[in-house]
């Protein structure tokens, strides 16, 4: 049995469409650098500057991503008290929500406005109004 559609609240979509959202993080990050040092050729390393350059660049990384982090919680706390519309969407359906953002939480980094007992990504949302 095929499956072309799927249908839900918000309408049709696409049975496979939809794409996962990927991010390299810092436990991405830290695979490889650990898989670099086991393999390297023991007869001749990796320098001392290329290792601390390859840590400042992951350090400079995370810190920006914690700045980023900060900036969304600013931009979710400034919602409260508005009306917005979202568009939420996961591999089975698309859920349109509309209402006054109650409060903001964040959870493993990941911003998110509370609409009518709902958690909506904070990039889901796509009209703010008074």
Same mark, same amino acid.
């Not at 991503?65 to 939420?88: E, M, Q, R």
């Given at each position: 049995? +095929? $499956?072309?559609? !799927?249908?839900?609240?918000?309408?049709?979509?696409?049975?496979? #469409?939809? /794409?996962?959202?990927?991010?390299?993080?810092?436990?991405?990050?830290?695979?490889?650098?650990?898989?670099?040092?086991?393999?390297?050729?023991?007869?001749?390393?990796?320098?001392?500057?290329?290792?601390?350059?390859?840590?400042?660049?992951?350090?400079?990384?995370? +810190? $920006?991503?914690? !700045?980023?982090?900060?900036?969304?919680?600013?931009?979710?706390? #400034?919602? /409260?008290?508005?009306?917005?519309?979202?568009?939420?969407?996961?591999?089975?359906?698309?859920?349109?929500?509309?209402?006054?953002?109650?409060?903001?939480?964040?959870?493993?980094?990941?911003?998110?406005?509370?609409?009518?007992?709902?958690?909506?990504?904070?990039?889901? $949302?796509?009209?703010?109004?008074?």
């Amino acid at each position: 049995m +095929e $499956i072309n559609n !799927i249908y839900g609240i918000g309408g049709q979509i696409p049975y496979g #469409s939809q /794409t996962k959202e990927s991010t390299f993080g810092k436990e991405d990050f830290l695979k490889i650098l650990v898989a670099q040092l086991q393999n390297q050729d023991p007869l001749s390393p990796m320098n001392d500057t290329e290792f601390i350059a390859q840590m400042t660049q992951f350090s400079m990384a995370e +810190e $920006i991503s914690k !700045i980023n982090s900060g900036f969304d919680f600013l931009k979710g706390v #400034s919602l /409260t008290g508005k009306n917005i519309l979202a568009k939420v969407s996961n591999a089975y359906y698309t859920e349109y929500v509309e209402g006054t953002v109650e409060k903001v939480s964040i959870e493993k980094g990941q911003v998110y406005a509370v609409v009518n007992d709902k958690r909506i990504k904070i990039s889901d $949302i796509l009209e703010v109004y008074e």
